[in-house]
């Protein structure tokens, strides 16, 4: 264990991308054997996601920095529910963590979903009507900002040590990844393996495009807080359909510059409980 402690307390960024670039690959793939989807339109789409990388790399550079002090200074203070409540044992207090983490990622979906000005931001994740693996990194760089806000606040309310975050951070980046996996593992052993960790199958109902599915299944990796908490739905396969119920024009945006201006535009939403002008938004789309 002192050995596994030692390298997340030491690994470098290039390890976490390499581990996304081969589960990225890995998957991609295997979308590709199963589905035996149009290659051009695939890379058309993985074009325009991948383009997230380029806003998301400042940000991320940026708010580690304050992640980093956030780090050092709850551990110099000794500051933090992990700091008060001492877990001397290493695997108990891996897994104390990652439930917690776990949690606090699950708190700061519905957030996302439920307050009008973050569901702006998150709208451009939603808005993608051909979910698959390259889904993952398509995130606006004020939701990554937010989100990162939000990782850094978990961890100074927490106390969290480095190398918990970091082993947590790599499974996360593993899960993130399949769950938007264009594919469906089997139904039985979805069954069974969805009651604790998030499936393909058990993501795919949060993309679906009508409420109240858009609003279910938050779950990062683990999905025991949808099913504890009342947010967690079941559709078959073949109900699904990607994209959202009050964006139909907002899903038809296919290029990086516009999905950009998207979360600047007053658009009209169920979700927004005023009057808004639908105008800008055909402006979005006819520019």
């Not at 877990?87 to 307050?115: G, Q, R, S, W």
Request: include cysteine.
């Amino acid at each position: 264990m002192q050995t596994i402690i030692e390298y997340f307390n030491s690994a470098p960024d290039s390890h976490r991308i390499l581990l996304l670039t081969l589960s990225f690959f890995i998957l991609w793939n295997l979308e590709n054997i199963i589905n035996l989807r149009n290659e051009p339109n695939r890379l058309k789409h993985l074009r325009l996601n991948a383009t997230f990388m380029i806003t998301a790399a400042p940000v991320q550079f940026l708010l580690g920095i304050l992640m980093n002090f956030t780090l050092r200074w709850t551990k110099a203070h000794q500051f933090g529910i992990f700091h008060r409540y001492t877990i001397k044992n290493p695997l108990l207090l891996f897994i104390a963590t990652f439930f917690f983490l776990d949690f606090c990622e699950y708190a700061y979906h519905v957030l996302m979903h439920k307050v009008k000005t973050l569901w702006r931001f998150h709208l451009v994740h939603h808005a993608d009507t051909e979910l698959d693996v390259s889904t993952t990194l398509r995130e606006h760089p004020g939701e990554t900002t937010i989100r990162l806000l939000f990782t850094t606040l978990w961890v100074f309310i927490g106390g969290v040590s480095l190398w918990t975050l970091i082993f947590r951070q790599f499974i996360q980046i593993v899960s993130n990844v399949i769950a938007h996996a264009n594919f469906r593992i089997p139904e039985k052993s979805d069954r069974l393996i969805s009651l604790l960790l998030v499936t393909p199958n058990f993501h795919h109902v949060h993309h679906h495009y009508l409420q109240p599915y858009t609003d279910k299944n938050y779950g990062d990796v683990l999905s025991v807080w949808d099913r504890i908490f009342g947010t967690y739905a079941h559709l078959p396969k073949e109900k699904v359909i990607f994209g959202v119920d009050t964006h139909f024009q907002t899903c038809k945006i296919n290029t990086f510059g516009k999905l950009l201006r998207l979360p600047m535009v007053y658009i009209k939403s169920t979700r927004s409980g005023s009057l808004v002008d639908a105008n800008q938004e055909k402006d979005l789309i006819d520019v």
